[in-house]
């Protein structure tokens, strides 16, 4: 299984909608500090996030994907939406 089918597998439990997961890691080869996890943008929308702030959404998503951060994940840029703000 690849680190973005782990990822979109982990995120089903927030029953997204849209489920967006691009993998930037090329574009940040070699830079200072990275131990070899990857960089990732993630777009998702899901009803679980309505009336939730930015901070609690982040928290859910960061929850699923605790364990693959340092070492897999290394960056995570996130666009957490509620199906009302698309």
């Known amino acids: 299984m690849t680190l973005i089918q782990e990822i ?14 691009i ?20 777009k998702i929308t899901s009803s679980h996030f309505l009336e939730k702030s930015q901070i609690i959404r982040h928290r859910l998503i960061y929850q699923a994907l605790n364990d693959l951060i340092p070492n897999q994940i290394h960056a995570l840029s996130i666009q957490a939406l509620a199906p009302n703000e698309i």
């Open 23 to 42: 993998d930037d890691s090329a574009s940040h080869a070699g830079h200072k500090g990275n131990g070899g996890g990857g960089h990732f943008n993630l």
């Open 8 to 21: 979109t597998q982990r995120l089903q439990t927030l029953t997204p909608t849209t489920l967006e997961i």
